[in-house]
């Protein structure tokens, strides 16, 4: 590790100083890259999931109050609207049981999209059958 940058993190001696292995095991993946997303996917398991940050379950009420009755005032005239209708576009949609729960909840027209063909392979398979709307 270089000097100032020990010093910055708070290293002021020698002996503080972490080696660059270390260092090493710090860094994060790059999750920008496709290829990370390839081998990451290529070592999951068909029906393990990942849920980043929450499940849909979590944010039921929020997206209902949020989006959905925002949609009905605003696009629609007040006028009620069945989830079946509304287009719902998951970007980065990973492994995660998002979509799924949705399409669980009547959000049929669901569309997903990837960086990871394998990701896109394994959510498509686990799918094809018994959320046969749902594209991926």
């Known amino acids: 590790m270089n000097k100032k940058y020990a010093a910055a993190l708070g290293f002021d001696k020698e002996d ?16 920008s890259k496709p290829d990370y997303w390839e081998e990451r996917y ?3 398991k068909d029906d393990k999931t990942y ?6 379950s979590s944010i039921k009420a929020e997206f ?5 009755n925002k949609l009905q005032k605003f696009l629609y005239d007040g ?8 287009k719902i576009l998951n970007v980065g949609c990973g492994n995660s049981t998002m979509s799924e729960d949705m399409y669980d909840d009547g959000f049929v027209k669901n569309y997903n999209i990837d960086i990871s063909k394998k990701c896109i392979e394994m ?13 991926w």
């Open 123 to 135: 959510m498509l398979n686990r799918n094809v059958f018994r959320r046969p709307e749902i594209e």
């Open 16 to 31: 503080d100083i972490v080696s660059d292995k270390f260092m090493d095991q710090l860094k994060q993946p790059e999750y």
């Open 51 to 56: 849920e980043w940050l929450e499940s849909y």
């Open 79 to 86: 006028k009620a609207i069945k989830n079946k209708d509304i």
């Open 42 to 44: 290529k070592k999951t």
């Open 64 to 68: 209902q109050e949020n989006v959905i």
